[in-house]
Structures are given as structure tokens and as C-alpha cells.
């Protein structure tokens, strides 16, 4: 039986924690610590419950049905399944995501030295986009090529920028924003599950566990294990580059008070710490984020459409790819206002998907919990996209005035409730239909 060598399990999970960690995740933690000043570490906990238990319990989730999306949404029927999980794959792919990597990278790392041109971020795109595919293309080599060699690098910049937060801060902990004085732990919470790292999730488990075929272990609970502990090393990576971020940003509010957003403070951070050489640095570690996260979304829609269509995963790869540099050359602005829309149209639905597959074995049949859940879940995800594309007048009133509601949270209650029924309905005709035999 093929087992894994140790330093190989290592690489698997640094792969992990490379494709998870892009832009967002950089970005997120020192808005959060600036705000949260004195509750920093009950904002951090909430942060990390949503920003890396879901994501964690997802890969768990994908990680005993065999890391495919295809098993995880088989109780919603073949087709409704598989429409979900081919939704998900363009959205977090090539319509938005993986073009998102390229635009972002150029702005926060590039455009501070070449400027904001289109023809800087057309030849950006080119060469970056090149680097993705060279990257994609041969997926049995990405605990090699990211494991062993990016992802260090990676780590390196971070344990440079995330030890000169903890050793060097900028000043002492700062004040507590207003929102964050009554309830710390629930706007960490809720920052962590804008990070919107669910739906990441639920694409990379196929990456993970084609990758610990590659090395050719073939047992399922192997893969099963293998694939857990690679995110669990991830989750523990993740969760350290996190909080030395939530610290950096809670003390810099003596040189960032008035900053908007995360990039913001971490560039007054890096000037104010290293000079020039600390623009150079975040330049290196937002590039190789984005650059690794776009590798793991493009080789995951790769394996995805390779067996939906009649093309090679290759063949796949270079149209992703392709599509995705052209996409990437719109914009920014015009990205983000489409994809934002959507991707929280979509992130209900990957949390109730992925509850309901780890509770699996409390069902006796799953379908009749699955699809009613699943339907009122897509219903509150929808209102919340049209509450996110500025479509206010096109929800009816109700759906803003559940709990939550103005924390795109307003599915809770309502989904809980659909739950119950479902389950107490599936327990009852579990018991009849037994009583019947």
C-alpha cells in the first residue's frame, strides 16, 4: 500500500495553504485588527471560526465523499447537482475569481512601480497568465513546483512581514471602533465569512486529492486522511498568518488611522517599517498569493470541465486560461461589480451544502433534507445578490426585515427552520417505511 512520506504530507499541506491564501485574505485581517483595537482577540476568533473552520470543514467534507463537488451535491439529483457545482466552478474560475488573482496582484504589487496603464496590466496579464498555465498544465507536479518551492517562498515573505508586526509594531493597540465595542466576536465573525474561502474550498478539494493520487496512493481512506491533514496544516498556517495581520493592524493606527481599507495599512506598515524594500516585500507576497491561488482554481476547473466535456484537461487549461487573461483585462472596477453579486449569491449555498454532507449520516434519506434546504437556500442567496448588485427595489420587504438581514445573514433563521422539518419529516418516513417492511 502506497503511503505518503512525511516531507511529502508536509509539502501537500503547504500546497494547501498556498492555494487558499490569495489577495483577500492578506487584505481582510489588518482592516479587522485596526478596527477591533482593544477586542482584537475576540474579533480574531470570530474571524478565525468562519475564515478557516469553514473552509477546513469543507475540505474535511469533500475529503470523505472522494473530492469531487459531483458526490457532495448527488442528494440534489444529477441535474440540479450538477448545475450547482458547474455555477460554482465558472464563478470562483475563469468568470471571476481567477481573473480577480491577476488584476489584483497588478494593482497592489505592479502598479505602484510601472503605473496604472492598460498596456502595464496587458503585458502583467501576459506574463502572469503564462506563469499560471506553465503551473497548471501538469497537475501531478504541484506538490513539487508549490509544495516544496513557491509555497516556502510564500512563507518566508509572510514570516518576515508577519515577525516585523509581532516584534516591531508600529505602536501600541488602538482604539475599538464603535461597531466592534458590542459585539467583537460577531463582526470578526462575520468579516471572516466575507473571505468568501467556502467556495475556494469547495473547488480545491478535487486539486488536493488528484494531487495525493499523483503520488500514488490509491487506498480511499488514505486520500481521506491525507487530505484532512493537509488542511489541517493549512488551517494552522492560515490561522498565524491571520492573527500576527490582526496585530499588525491593531497597531497601526498611529501612522494608518485614516485608511479605507486593508492595503492601505499594510503599505503605511511596510514604509513606515522597512521603506522602500517593504514595498518590494508586500509586492512579493500579494504576486506569489495570487499567482498560487490561480493555479489551484484553474487546475480544479481544468479536472471539473475535462470530464464534463469531450477535451483533454490540457485543452481545457489553455481555454480557462486564455479567457480568464482576457477577462482579467476589463478591469478592476467592472470585476468586482459583477462578481461580488454573485459570489454572495453562492456562498449560502456552499455553507448549507457542506453542513448537510457532514451530518450525512443522521439522514436516512438525504435527498428529502437536501432539496428543501438546499431550495430555500437559494432563494435568501438570491435576494442576497440582488441586495449586493444595489437592487434593493427588486426584494421583497420581508427578506430585509429577518435577522441578520443587513449582514447578508437573513438565510439563518429561515434555513434552520426548513431544516428541522425536513429532518423530523425524514425521520418520520424513515420510521414508517421500516414499520412497512
Request: aromatic content about 8%; some cysteine.
Amino acid at each position: 500500500m502506497q503511503r505518503l512520506p512525511h516531507r511529502d504530507l508536509l509539502a501537500l499541506g503547504f500546497m494547501t495553504f498556498a492555494l487558499f491564501l490569495g489577495a483577500g485574505n492578506i487584505i481582510f485581517p489588518p482592516s479587522v485588527g485596526m478596527a477591533a483595537g482593544e477586542q482584537l482577540w475576540l474579533a480574531a476568533l470570530g474571524f478565525l471560526l468562519t475564515g478557516v473552520g469553514l473552509p477546513l470543514l469543507t475540505v474535511v467534507a469533500l475529503a470523505r465523499v472522494g473530492g469531487g463537488m459531483q458526490r457532495l451535491t448527488a442528494p440534489l439529483g444529477r441535474h440540479a447537482g450538477g448545475l450547482f457545482a458547474v455555477v460554482v466552478y465558472l464563478a470562483i474560475g475563469p468568470l471571476f475569481a481567477t481573473p480577480r488573482t491577476a488584476v489584483v496582484s497588478f494593482e497592489m504589487g505592479v502598479a505602484p512601480f510601472s503605473g496604472n496603464s492598460e498596456t502595464a496590466l496587458r503585458l502583467y496579464t501576459l506574463g502572469y497568465f503564462a506563469c499560471v498555465l506553465f503551473l497548471s498544465l501538469n497537475p501531478g507536479q504541484l506538490v513539487d513546483r508549490i509544495g516544496k518551492w513557491i509555497a516556502p517562498l510564500l512563507l518566508s515573505a509572510l514570516l518576515v512581514l508577519g515577525g516585523a508586526a509581532v516584534l516591531v509594531p508600529a505602536g501600541a493597540i488602538g482604539s475599538t471602533a464603535p461597531a466592534y465595542q458590542a459585539a467583537p466576536l460577531l463582526q470578526g465573525f462575520l468579516q471572516g465569512y466575507l473571505t468568501m474561502d467556502t467556495l475556494g474550498a469547495l473547488v480545491f478539494g478535487i486539486v488536493i486529492a488528484t494531487a495525493i493520487r499523483d503520488r500514488g496512493v490509491r487506498n480511499e481512506a488514505l486520500i481521506t486522511r491525507y487530505a484532512i491533514s493537509a488542511g489541517l496544516i493549512a488551517a494552522c498556517g492560515l490561522s498565524l498568518v491571520y492573527l500576527s495581520l490582526f496585530y499588525l493592524g491593531a497597531t497601526s493606527q498611529s501612522i494608518a488611522g485614516g485608511a479605507q481599507n486593508g492595503v492601505q495599512i499594510l503599505s503605511s506598515y511596510v514604509q513606515h517599517t522597512f521603506g522602500v524594500a517593504g514595498s518590494l516585500l508586500l509586492a512579493l507576497v500579494i504576486t506569489l498569493a495570487c499567482l498560487t491561488t490561480a493555479v489551484g482554481l484553474l487546475t480544479a476547473c481544468g479536472e471539473f470541465f475535462s470530464k464534463l466535456l469531450p477535451l483533454s484537461y490540457r485543452t481545457v487549461v489553455v481555454l480557462l486560461g486564455v479567457f480568464s487573461l482576457l477577462v482579467a483585462n476589463q478591469g478592476l472596477t467592472q470585476l468586482i461589480s459583477v462578481s461580488v453579486p454573485v459570489l454572495v449569491a453562492l456562498y449560502p449555498l456552499a455553507i448549507v451544502l457542506v453542513a448537510l454532507s457532514l451530518a450525512d449520516r443522521l439522514w436516512c434519506e438525504p435527498k428529502r433534507v437536501f432539496i428543501p434546504v438546499m431550495a430555500v437556500t437559494l432563494l435568501f442567496g438570491l435576494m442576497d445578490g440582488l441586495l449586493a448588485a444595489g437592487l434593493k427595489t427588486w426584494v421583497p420587504t420581508v427578506f430585509n426585515q429577518m435577522p441578520l438581514a443587513e449582514q447578508s445573514l437573513g438565510w439563518l433563521l429561515p434555513v434552520g427552520l426548513t431544516l428541522l422539518l425536513a429532518a423530523g419529516f425524514d425521520r418520520w418516513r424513515g420510521a414508517a417505511l421500516l414499520q412497512a417492511e
